[in-house]
């Protein structure tokens, strides 16, 4: 890089490459902090991405094509008692709810465009430059540097996750239960909230599985053989697709609320150098929304906006700016991880009280009208923040 950075971004996932890009835009010079590649594991995320992030992903010619990219076009949830809840895309005037893509593709899309952008330079230890922004995830290491504090809900959950292919088509329907299961060696029956998200494009009958289960749950499904895993995954769905055959490995990860006790401020000890946090490194919600990646990318879209409608005399590491991105997005990071909290909790109260209320609930939320539309078009990103002015 013939200058010294404006930015330097520590961390090259999907949001700091998305960022990068975002910042070179507006023609300033950014230092990409990359990890060492680390050993090849099979990757078997998948991400439900909104209008807002595929406008955005498309805008910088990084959308993938064809398979990798799964419209969604409806939602399909059931309670454990007869309780259900439908979002279509007909009766919300769109073709797709959202989009299910391959995180391996998007994050190769990204990298070659950084690799062919003259404004970023990709390097392997932090430099200095007047601001940082953290994107390594809920992990970071530079979060924990900073002494910024990590408030963190541990839910009784791990997600297991992996790829298959059904003997029925997906018809691009997301499916997802809300059930009990009575795990060997617990004293009572543990929630559980098992997703099946359609994946290898329109027509496909490959689905993406997140299967939130107790701990102890997880580590048996994972010692399954592959044959006994497809098996009970067909009986607890009730077999809603047909026969399963898993086509990848199984993953498996614990289950967090979490949000960093603030998202900006000064580096310390050292003079006109700030910081901020985006992405998973600011916030950790359950994956029962399939909301993480959306918050992320609208952190570094609501960044970027700061910075470009900055006064001309504000420096990129004045506190103040940076506090206007905070004020912005915490609101709205904040309202989601009630949502997936407070679906979560109220999911895990045992008891038929419990369960005749949440099952009541999801009936009369289905034909609400006004209500559920607006809570799906906020799901859709076509609902906008207004940024906050002002010191």
């Known amino acids: 890089m013939a200058q010294h950075p404006d930015i330097c971004i520590r961390g090259a996932g999907i949001v700091g490459r998305t960022l990068a890009l975002l910042l070179a835009r507006e023609q300033l010079n950014v230092a990409l902090v990359a990890a060492p590649d680390k050993p090849h594991f099979p990757d078997v995320r998948a991400y439900s991405l909104n209008g807002a992030a595929k406008t955005l992903l498309q805008d910088l010619r990084c959308w993938p094509d064809g398979p990798a990219v799964t419209p969604v076009h409806q939602m399909q949830v059931w309670g454990d008692q007869g309780g259900q809840l439908n979002f279509g895309a007909h009766e919300q005037g769109v073709t797709e709810l959202n989009w299910m893509v391959d995180v391996p593709v998007l994050e190769d899309r990204l990298a070659a465009a950084v690799q062919f952008q003259p404004k970023i330079e990709v390097v392997n230890t932090p430099v200095a430059a007047p601001l940082t922004v953290v994107c390594e995830g809920r992990a970071s290491q530079t979060r924990s540097e900073l002494g910024v504090g990590f408030?963190?809900?541990?839910?009784?959950?791990?997600?297991?996750?992996?790829r298959l292919v059904c003997a029925q088509a997906h018809q691009g329907i997301a499916r997802q239960w809300f059930g009990w299961h009575h795990t060997p060696g617990l004293p009572q029956p543990q929630a559980e909230i098992l997703a099946l998200l359609p994946m290898g494009g329109e027509g496909g009958r490959e689905v993406a599985l997140v299967w939130s289960v107790h701990p102890h749950r997880a580590q048996a499904l994972m010692a399954l053989p592959p044959e006994a895993f497809a098996s009970e995954l067909a009986q607890a769905c009730a077999h809603a697709l047909g026969?399963?055959?898993?086509?990848?490995?199984?993953?498996?990860?614990?289950?967090?609320?979490?949000?960093?006790?603030?998202?900006?401020?000064?580096?310390?000890?050292?003079?006109?150098?700030?910081?901020?946090?985006?992405?998973?490194a600011a916030h950790a919600l359950h994956p029962l929304a399939g909301q993480g990646l959306n918050l992320g990318l609208a952190d570094v879209t609501e960044l970027v906006q700061?910075?470009?409608?900055?006064?001309?005399?504000?420096?990129?590491?004045?506190?103040?700016?940076?506090?206007?991105?905070?004020?912005?997005r915490q609101a709205d990071v904040q309202a989601m991880g009630w949502v997936t909290d407070g679906l979560q909790r109220l999911f895990a109260q045992p008891g038929p009280v419990w369960q005749n209320m949440r099952n009541w609930g999801m009936r009369g939320f289905d034909r609400s009208g006004p209500l559920k539309h607006w809570m799906t078009q906020h799901a859709m990103g076509q609902t906008h923040t207004t940024p906050t002015r002002g010191g």
């Open 243 to 280: 026969t399963m055959t898993l086509s990848a490995e199984r993953g498996v990860w614990p289950l967090q609320l979490a949000r960093a006790q603030r998202w900006i401020g000064a580096m310390p000890g050292v003079a006109k150098q700030s910081f901020a946090l985006a992405g998973d």
């Open 306 to 328: 700061v910075i470009r409608n900055k006064e001309f005399w504000r420096p990129l590491h004045d506190v103040k700016l940076l506090r206007r991105y905070e004020r912005a």
């Open 151 to 162: 408030d963190v809900t541990h839910y009784e959950q791990h997600a297991v996750a992996t």
